[in-house]
């Protein structure tokens, strides 16, 4: 073969190579534009789906490819981030939720839903004092990372702690244990009235869509982390 013969073979090699690698780059830009679309167009949905909602969302669709996902008519995974969100007046902070499993066509439910948040310690607080009708005197505190109903008793300190219970579809509060002076005593040493805060709903779940719970609740200095999850979640 003569070396003008080699030299267009290289050429039309490397020619097809460029080709492809042109087609293979314009459909990465497509995917890349189908990504962002399905993205912002969640974001929109989930909005208008839940008006109570009030939250800056940003939407990130896993998977290598978009375009493949979007031709099943499901999406393999979603993860829902934002730094603040309220839902019917409860503030959560550090919002992350990730859905697995998301129809995009038709009605169907999302396979699951594993969503984490932390709701401030005033949130809490206010929304005991808005359902508790607490006696003259009493106010809640956060005592050692612990949510109190305290109030004077002669000058000495009495406190009532709190548990907050989480429920499937709610949080209630009931009292773990009455402190005198920093000394354990019955509720019959104390002449206040406290049942109101025995068993009372502090936080109504129910704005959430059915099939997510409430499976894990813990109080920190900073606020009450949650976690909630859901399987079979009707859209």
Same mark, same amino acid.
């Given at each position: 073969m003569s070396r003008r013969k080699k030299r267009q073979g290289v050429r039309s090699f490397i020619a097809v190579v460029i080709a492809l690698g042109l087609l293979a780059g314009a459909g990465y830009l497509g995917d890349k534009v189908v990504r962002s679309q399905i993205e912002s167009r969640v974001e929109t949905a989930v909005l208008a789906e839940l008006p109570e909602l009030d939250a800056d969302l940003d939407a990130e669709l896993g998977?290598?490819?978009? +375009?493949?996902?979007?031709?099943?008519?499901?999406?393999s995974e979603l993860t829902l981030t934002a730094p603040s969100a309220t839902v019917d007046g409860l503030t959560i902070n550090d919002v992350t939720v990730v859905v697995s499993g998301?129809?995009? !066509?038709?009605?169907?439910?999302? =396979?699951?839903?594993?969503?984490?948040? +932390?709701?401030?310690?005033? +949130?809490?607080?206010?929304?005991?004092?808005?359902?508790? %009708?607490?006696?003259e005197g009493v106010e809640l505190r956060l005592l050692d990372g612990e949510i109190a109903a305290v109030a004077s008793l002669l000058g000495v300190e009495m406190a009532a702690?709190?548990?907050?219970?989480?429920?499937? !579809?709610?949080i209630?509060? =009931?009292? %773990? !244990?009455?402190?005198?002076?920093?000394? +354990?005593?019955?509720?019959? =040493?104390?002449?206040?009235d406290l049942s109101a805060l025995?068993?009372?709903?502090?936080? =109504?779940?129910?704005?959430?869509?059915?099939?997510?719970?409430?499976?894990?609740?813990?109080v920190t200095q900073t606020g009450i982390d949650l976690v909630l999850d859901g399987t079979d979640v009707s859209m």
């Open positions: 998977g290598r490819f978009a +375009t493949p996902q979007l031709i099943s008519g499901t999406l998301v129809p995009i !066509r038709g009605s169907g439910s999302i =396979d699951s839903v594993h969503a984490t948040g +932390t709701v401030p310690v005033e +949130t809490v607080l206010t929304a005991i004092q808005r359902r508790v %009708d607490l006696p702690y709190v548990v907050l219970v989480p429920a499937p !579809r709610t209630t509060i =009931d009292v %773990d !244990r009455l402190e005198l002076g920093g000394v +354990t005593v019955s509720a019959s =040493d104390i002449p206040i025995l068993g009372t709903v502090a936080v =109504d779940l129910e704005m959430l869509p059915e099939g997510i719970e409430l499976t894990e609740l813990v």
